[in-house]
């Protein structure tokens, strides 16, 4: 395939591993550097980028390179940052997708799909369970410190991370779990992909341990990857003059779901007919319901809850 030899990962864990399966069985055989090796990639049409630690200066060079990039970065101040990237990326005529991975990223497309059944969406109440390789367990302890922003009739409120625990149910075999704000920008994302939410929350699963010694740092190694996790979007708003609610999710291995949604998303790069600049999943600019259905066509599962 002429495309093969266009695009380059960084990183080489369970996610970029897993990006570079997914790209194989499309024909796509990409090129994989170390994160200290990333100049490597300059030649490259597309970047996936799914190494631990920040992504926003490096996403600028290679924007500045005319190359577009995909990040599965879930930092709060590194998507916040790569979202100013905007006018680079349309001066090099080249792609940005941020969170590109569970938790922001499938949580988008989940919202832009659930949201077709109202005829006004104003709630969204997010949660996640789970980690996937060790940068992603070392995101999940860091999170739980510090503050948590959530959007409430059209301000941004600060809370301790840790606070405000939630009882949510996750599709099975996850289950119940206790969760609490965190530091995301899925809250940012999100009002962007639907403005005319007028509250928006986002949690995640935490035992009392997790919470006690989030601001302390990590005693002991992350595990190499975490067992199955879930993800579960409520949204709430009106349909045919009455208030109506959905809810939907998943229950999978997060490393699997970030790196089918980061794999979709080169996929549909490489198809072009995106245009330039900083692009939301869920928001327009994007095929979200195609990107979704290439996702969930990797294996995994969508559950809808059905009840009053």
């Given amino acids: 395939m002429s495309d093969s030899a266009s695009v380059g990962i960084i990183g080489s864990g369970l996610v970029g591993t897993r990006v570079a ?3 194989s069985m499309h024909g796509i ?55 100013d990237l905007q006018d680079r990326a349309v001066a090099n005529n080249a792609v940005l997708i941020p969170g590109a991975a569970c938790m922001p990223g499938l949580s988008g497309l989940l919202v832009a799909h659930a949201a077709r059944a109202f005829d006004q969406v104003d ?57 609490y704000r965190f530091g995301t920008a899925e809250p940012m994302l999100l009002q962007r992909v639907v403005p005319s939410l007028q509250r928006i929350t986002a949690r995640v699963s935490a035992t009392r341990r997790d919470r006690l010694t989030a601001r302390l740092p990590m005693m002991s190694p992350p595990h ?63 095929p979200n319901a195609d990107i979704l259905d290439a996702v969930l066509a990797n294996g995994i599962s969508l559950h809808r809850y059905v009840g009053n």
Avoid at 160 to 179: H, I, K, T, Y
Wanted: proline share 4%; hydrophobic share 40%; charged share 20%.
């Fill in 21 to 23: 399966a997914i790209l």
């Fill in 29 to 83: 055989r990409p090129r994989v550097a170390p994160h200290i090796h990333a100049t490597e990639l300059l030649d490259q049409r597309i970047v996936v980028m799914t190494h631990g630690g920040n992504h926003a200066a490096l996403a600028g060079t290679y924007l500045s390179h005319g190359i577009s990039v995909v990040s599965c970065s879930d930092r709060m101040a590194d998507v916040l940052a790569m979202l």
């Fill in 123 to 179: 709630e969204a109440h997010l949660a996640v369970h789970g980690t996937g390789g060790p940068a992603c367990a070392r995101n999940h302890h860091d999170a739980l410190s510090g503050t948590s922003v959530g959007w409430h009739d059209g301000e941004w409120l600060q809370r301790p991370a840790g606070s405000g625990r939630e009882l949510c149910w996750f599709p099975d075999p996850v289950g119940p779990r206790d969760c």
């Fill in 224 to 286: 190499a990857e975490g067992g199955v996790g879930g993800l579960r979007v409520e949204l709430r708003g009106s349909r045919q003059g009455r208030r109506h609610a959905e809810v939907v999710g998943i229950a999978d291995r997060l490393a699997t779901v970030s790196g089918a949604v980061a794999a979709e998303c080169v996929n549909v790069l490489l198809k072009s007919g995106v245009e330039p600049g900083v692009r939301i999943l869920g928001a327009e600019g994007l």
